[in-house]
Protein backbone atom coordinates (compact mmCIF):
# COMPACT_ATOMS: atom_id res chain seq x y z
CA UNK A 1 0.00 0.00 0.00
CA UNK A 2 2.76 2.10 1.14
CA UNK A 3 4.84 1.71 -2.68
CA UNK A 4 2.01 2.39 -4.41
CA UNK A 5 1.28 5.73 -2.86
CA UNK A 6 4.44 7.06 -2.75
CA UNK A 7 4.56 5.94 -6.33
CA UNK A 8 1.30 8.03 -7.16
CA UNK A 9 3.42 11.14 -5.05
CA UNK A 10 6.10 10.64 -7.53
CA UNK A 11 3.83 10.42 -10.42
CA UNK A 12 2.01 13.70 -9.82
CA UNK A 13 5.74 15.50 -8.93
CA UNK A 14 6.89 14.64 -12.08
CA UNK A 15 3.81 15.61 -13.97
CA UNK A 16 4.67 19.42 -13.50
CA UNK A 17 8.18 18.78 -15.44
CA UNK A 18 6.74 20.08 -18.49
CA UNK A 19 5.02 23.07 -16.82
CA UNK A 20 8.48 24.22 -15.12
CA UNK A 21 10.00 23.80 -18.38
CA UNK A 22 7.95 26.20 -20.21
CA UNK A 23 7.60 28.63 -17.35
CA UNK A 24 11.51 28.73 -17.38
CA UNK A 25 11.34 29.30 -21.66
CA UNK A 26 8.89 31.83 -20.92
CA UNK A 27 11.29 33.93 -17.79
CA UNK A 28 14.37 33.44 -20.02
CA UNK A 29 12.19 34.77 -22.62
CA UNK A 30 10.46 37.95 -20.45
CA UNK A 31 14.58 38.52 -19.88
CA UNK A 32 16.03 38.34 -23.17
CA UNK A 33 13.19 40.34 -24.77
CA UNK A 34 13.09 43.27 -21.96
CA UNK A 35 16.86 43.10 -21.01
CA UNK A 36 19.22 41.88 -23.52
CA UNK A 37 16.80 43.41 -26.60
CA UNK A 38 15.29 46.48 -25.39
CA UNK A 39 17.50 47.48 -22.69
CA UNK A 40 21.16 46.63 -24.37
CA UNK A 41 20.43 46.76 -27.85
CA UNK A 42 17.73 48.84 -29.26
CA UNK A 43 18.82 52.72 -29.79
CA UNK A 44 15.69 54.61 -30.24
CA UNK A 45 13.91 54.72 -26.81
CA UNK A 46 10.58 55.59 -28.76
CA UNK A 47 10.60 52.18 -30.80
CA UNK A 48 12.23 50.96 -27.04
CA UNK A 49 8.78 52.16 -25.37
CA UNK A 50 6.86 50.86 -27.78
CA UNK A 51 7.95 47.55 -27.84
CA UNK A 52 7.77 46.92 -23.93
CA UNK A 53 4.11 48.42 -24.09
CA UNK A 54 3.05 45.88 -26.63
CA UNK A 55 5.19 42.67 -25.51
CA UNK A 56 3.94 43.53 -22.16
CA UNK A 57 0.19 43.02 -22.90
CA UNK A 58 0.87 39.89 -24.86
CA UNK A 59 3.05 38.48 -22.08
CA UNK A 60 0.25 39.61 -19.27
CA UNK A 61 -2.76 37.97 -21.75
CA UNK A 62 -0.30 35.15 -22.21
CA UNK A 63 0.61 33.87 -18.40
CA UNK A 64 -3.30 34.80 -17.19
CA UNK A 65 -4.88 32.51 -19.61
CA UNK A 66 -2.34 29.83 -18.67
CA UNK A 67 -2.15 29.70 -15.48
CA UNK A 68 -6.10 30.10 -15.76
CA UNK A 69 -6.06 26.80 -17.67
CA UNK A 70 -3.43 25.06 -15.04
CA UNK A 71 -5.36 26.38 -11.70
CA UNK A 72 -9.42 25.55 -13.12
CA UNK A 73 -10.26 22.26 -11.56
CA UNK A 74 -11.83 19.73 -14.63
CA UNK A 75 -15.36 20.38 -13.63
CA UNK A 76 -17.10 16.40 -12.55
CA UNK A 77 -20.52 15.08 -12.56
CA UNK A 78 -23.04 16.16 -10.04
CA UNK A 79 -24.83 13.85 -7.69
CA UNK A 80 -28.18 13.40 -9.34
CA UNK A 81 -25.66 11.31 -12.39
CA UNK A 82 -24.53 8.65 -9.41
CA UNK A 83 -26.96 5.50 -8.58
CA UNK A 84 -29.17 5.58 -5.26
CA UNK A 85 -27.51 3.31 -2.27
CA UNK A 86 -30.38 0.56 -3.63
CA UNK A 87 -29.61 0.60 -6.85
CA UNK A 88 -25.71 0.42 -6.20
CA UNK A 89 -25.55 -2.30 -4.42
CA UNK A 90 -28.73 -4.39 -6.65
CA UNK A 91 -25.75 -3.59 -9.74
CA UNK A 92 -23.09 -5.08 -7.92
CA UNK A 93 -25.31 -8.43 -7.63
CA UNK A 94 -26.34 -8.35 -11.37
CA UNK A 95 -24.42 -9.53 -14.16
CA UNK A 96 -24.53 -7.11 -17.82
CA UNK A 97 -27.94 -7.87 -19.08
CA UNK A 98 -29.77 -6.56 -15.52
CA UNK A 99 -27.02 -4.21 -14.65
CA UNK A 100 -28.76 -2.74 -18.66
CA UNK A 101 -31.65 -2.59 -16.78
CA UNK A 102 -30.89 -0.71 -13.46
CA UNK A 103 -28.87 2.05 -15.65
CA UNK A 104 -31.58 2.54 -18.16
CA UNK A 105 -34.16 2.92 -15.24
CA UNK A 106 -31.69 5.53 -13.26
CA UNK A 107 -31.31 7.18 -16.52
CA UNK A 108 -34.62 7.51 -17.31
CA UNK A 109 -35.21 11.18 -15.55
CA UNK A 110 -31.52 12.47 -16.50
CA UNK A 111 -30.78 14.90 -19.82
CA UNK A 112 -28.52 11.75 -21.34
CA UNK A 113 -28.94 10.89 -25.13
CA UNK A 114 -25.57 9.22 -25.74
CA UNK A 115 -24.41 5.81 -25.55
CA UNK A 116 -21.67 3.29 -26.36
CA UNK A 117 -20.96 1.86 -29.16
CA UNK A 118 -23.16 -1.41 -28.14
CA UNK A 119 -26.14 1.12 -27.61
CA UNK A 120 -25.69 0.77 -23.51
CA UNK A 121 -25.71 3.47 -21.36
CA UNK A 122 -22.35 4.65 -20.40
CA UNK A 123 -21.08 4.04 -17.02
CA UNK A 124 -18.19 4.67 -15.28
CA UNK A 125 -17.07 1.63 -12.93
CA UNK A 126 -14.80 3.57 -11.64
CA UNK A 127 -16.30 6.90 -10.15
CA UNK A 128 -19.97 4.99 -9.98
CA UNK A 129 -21.61 7.25 -12.01
CA UNK A 130 -23.83 7.20 -15.36
CA UNK A 131 -21.53 9.58 -17.53
CA UNK A 132 -23.32 12.69 -18.54
CA UNK A 133 -23.27 13.87 -22.04
CA UNK A 134 -19.74 14.13 -23.29
CA UNK A 135 -17.91 13.18 -20.31
CA UNK A 136 -15.03 10.93 -20.31
CA UNK A 137 -12.74 9.14 -17.55
CA UNK A 138 -9.13 10.55 -17.11
CA UNK A 139 -7.28 8.14 -15.79
CA UNK A 140 -4.06 10.46 -15.04
CA UNK A 141 -6.40 13.09 -12.88
CA UNK A 142 -8.22 10.30 -12.14
CA UNK A 143 -11.79 11.13 -12.60
CA UNK A 144 -14.85 11.77 -15.15
CA UNK A 145 -14.05 15.05 -17.00
CA UNK A 146 -17.31 17.17 -18.10
CA UNK A 147 -17.06 17.52 -22.33
CA UNK A 148 -13.78 16.12 -21.76
CA UNK A 149 -11.60 17.36 -24.95
CA UNK A 150 -7.75 15.69 -23.86
CA UNK A 151 -5.32 15.67 -20.87
CA UNK A 152 -2.62 18.41 -21.55
CA UNK A 153 1.05 17.74 -19.96
CA UNK A 154 1.64 21.27 -20.73
CA UNK A 155 -0.51 22.50 -18.31
CA UNK A 156 -0.65 19.54 -16.02
CA UNK A 157 -4.78 19.20 -16.56
CA UNK A 158 -7.76 18.21 -18.31
CA UNK A 159 -9.20 20.72 -20.91
CA UNK A 160 -12.95 20.15 -20.89
CA UNK A 161 -16.26 22.48 -20.00
CA UNK A 162 -14.40 24.11 -17.21
CA UNK A 163 -11.50 25.41 -19.01
CA UNK A 164 -11.89 25.12 -22.73
CA UNK A 165 -12.03 28.65 -23.19
CA UNK A 166 -8.30 29.32 -21.45
CA UNK A 167 -6.70 26.67 -23.15
CA UNK A 168 -7.70 28.32 -26.67
CA UNK A 169 -7.25 31.78 -25.63
CA UNK A 170 -3.84 30.41 -23.84
CA UNK A 171 -2.92 29.06 -27.27
CA UNK A 172 -3.84 32.32 -29.13
CA UNK A 173 -2.19 34.47 -26.77
CA UNK A 174 1.25 32.17 -27.00
CA UNK A 175 1.04 32.36 -30.75
CA UNK A 176 1.04 36.15 -30.53
CA UNK A 177 3.58 36.70 -28.15
CA UNK A 178 5.73 34.11 -30.62
CA UNK A 179 5.07 35.84 -33.87
CA UNK A 180 5.50 39.90 -32.32
CA UNK A 181 8.73 38.71 -30.49
CA UNK A 182 9.94 36.60 -33.93
CA UNK A 183 8.58 39.87 -35.65
CA UNK A 184 10.49 42.65 -33.83
CA UNK A 185 13.92 40.56 -32.96
CA UNK A 186 13.59 39.71 -36.55
CA UNK A 187 15.68 42.65 -38.17
CA UNK A 188 18.45 42.75 -34.71
CA UNK A 189 18.78 38.77 -35.69
CA UNK A 190 19.96 40.10 -39.18
CA UNK A 191 22.27 42.90 -37.77
CA UNK A 192 23.95 40.66 -35.50
CA UNK A 193 24.04 37.43 -37.96
CA UNK A 194 25.98 39.82 -40.37
CA UNK A 195 28.18 40.99 -38.16
CA UNK A 196 26.33 44.75 -38.25
CA UNK A 197 26.09 45.13 -34.03
CA UNK A 198 28.93 44.53 -31.80
CA UNK A 199 29.60 41.10 -30.59
CA UNK A 200 28.55 41.44 -27.16
CA UNK A 201 26.63 39.20 -24.85
CA UNK A 202 23.07 40.20 -26.01
CA UNK A 203 24.35 38.60 -29.35
CA UNK A 204 23.40 35.01 -28.25
CA UNK A 205 20.17 35.87 -26.71
CA UNK A 206 18.58 37.78 -29.35
CA UNK A 207 20.04 35.33 -31.68
CA UNK A 208 18.32 31.36 -29.84
CA UNK A 209 15.51 34.41 -28.73
CA UNK A 210 14.55 34.21 -32.54
CA UNK A 211 14.92 30.95 -33.52
CA UNK A 212 12.65 29.63 -30.46
CA UNK A 213 10.17 32.22 -30.77
CA UNK A 214 9.55 30.74 -34.55
CA UNK A 215 9.88 27.38 -33.47
CA UNK A 216 7.35 27.55 -30.94
CA UNK A 217 4.91 29.95 -32.96
CA UNK A 218 5.35 27.44 -35.72
CA UNK A 219 3.98 24.50 -33.77
CA UNK A 220 1.22 26.40 -32.17
CA UNK A 221 0.04 27.30 -34.55
CA UNK A 222 -1.25 24.04 -36.17
CA UNK A 223 -2.59 23.47 -32.92
CA UNK A 224 -4.55 26.73 -32.45
CA UNK A 225 -5.77 26.49 -36.32
CA UNK A 226 -7.36 22.77 -35.20
CA UNK A 227 -8.96 23.48 -32.34
CA UNK A 228 -10.90 26.99 -33.81
CA UNK A 229 -12.29 23.71 -36.10
CA UNK A 230 -13.18 22.13 -33.21
CA UNK A 231 -14.75 25.05 -31.56
CA UNK A 232 -16.42 25.80 -35.24
CA UNK A 233 -17.86 22.67 -35.26
CA UNK A 234 -18.67 22.16 -31.56
CA UNK A 235 -16.42 18.58 -31.14
CA UNK A 236 -14.01 18.25 -28.90
CA UNK A 237 -10.73 16.20 -29.58
CA UNK A 238 -11.85 13.04 -28.45
CA UNK A 239 -15.60 13.08 -30.03
CA UNK A 240 -13.24 14.22 -33.59
CA UNK A 241 -11.47 10.99 -33.37
CA UNK A 242 -14.69 9.04 -32.28
CA UNK A 243 -17.98 10.21 -33.16
CA UNK A 244 -20.38 9.95 -30.51
CA UNK A 245 -23.28 7.08 -30.53
CA UNK A 246 -26.62 8.56 -30.08
CA UNK A 247 -30.11 6.51 -29.80
CA UNK A 248 -30.55 6.41 -33.10
CA UNK A 249 -26.55 5.72 -33.90
CA UNK A 250 -22.92 7.51 -34.43
CA UNK A 251 -23.30 10.94 -35.44
CA UNK A 252 -20.18 13.27 -36.19
CA UNK A 253 -22.25 16.92 -36.32
CA UNK A 254 -24.68 15.70 -33.48
CA UNK A 255 -23.89 18.64 -31.15
CA UNK A 256 -23.40 21.05 -34.15
CA UNK A 257 -25.88 24.36 -33.21
CA UNK A 258 -24.55 25.73 -35.98
CA UNK A 259 -20.98 28.01 -36.07
CA UNK A 260 -22.35 31.31 -34.13
CA UNK A 261 -24.22 29.13 -31.41
CA UNK A 262 -21.11 26.46 -31.54
CA UNK A 263 -18.76 29.46 -30.94
CA UNK A 264 -21.02 31.42 -27.85
CA UNK A 265 -21.40 27.83 -26.23
CA UNK A 266 -17.38 27.81 -25.55
CA UNK A 267 -16.69 31.69 -25.25
CA UNK A 268 -20.20 32.83 -24.35
CA UNK A 269 -22.74 35.52 -25.48
CA UNK A 270 -21.27 38.39 -24.59
CA UNK A 271 -18.56 39.51 -27.19
CA UNK A 272 -16.91 41.97 -24.99
CA UNK A 273 -15.71 38.97 -22.72
CA UNK A 274 -14.42 36.46 -25.69
CA UNK A 275 -10.83 37.98 -25.21
CA UNK A 276 -10.61 37.55 -21.70
CA UNK A 277 -9.92 34.29 -19.77
CA UNK A 278 -12.88 34.65 -17.17
CA UNK A 279 -15.29 31.82 -17.70
CA UNK A 280 -18.26 32.88 -19.42
CA UNK A 281 -18.40 29.51 -21.33
CA UNK A 282 -22.40 29.00 -22.42
CA UNK A 283 -23.84 25.49 -21.45
CA UNK A 284 -27.36 23.94 -21.44
CA UNK A 285 -28.09 25.19 -24.50
CA UNK A 286 -26.73 21.95 -25.78
CA UNK A 287 -29.19 19.19 -24.55
CA UNK A 288 -32.29 21.16 -25.24
CA UNK A 289 -31.19 20.87 -28.60
CA UNK A 290 -30.07 17.44 -28.89
CA UNK A 291 -32.54 16.20 -27.36
CA UNK A 292 -34.74 17.95 -30.25
CA UNK A 293 -32.21 16.49 -32.94
CA UNK A 294 -31.64 12.63 -31.47
CA UNK A 295 -34.67 12.05 -28.86
CA UNK A 296 -36.83 9.16 -30.65
Not at 119 to 127: D, K, N, P, Q, T
Request: net charge positive; charged share 15%; hydrophobic share 45%.
Amino acid sequence: MAPHHVLKCCQRSLAWIPVIFINLVVGWSYYAYVVELCIFTIPNNAEKISYLVVFHLFFIMFIWSYWKTICSRPASPSKEFCLAKVEKEQYEKEQSDAQQDILKKAAIGLPVYTRTGTGAVRYCEHCQVIKPDRCHHCSTCDMCVLKMDHHCPWVNNCVGFSNYKFFVLFLAYSMLYCVFIAATVLQYFIKFWTNQLPDTHAKFHVLFLFFVAAMFFISILSLFSYHLWLVGKNRTTIEAFRAPVFRNGPDKNGFSLGFSRNVVEVFGDQKKYWMFPIYTSNFGLTNVDIFKMHAT
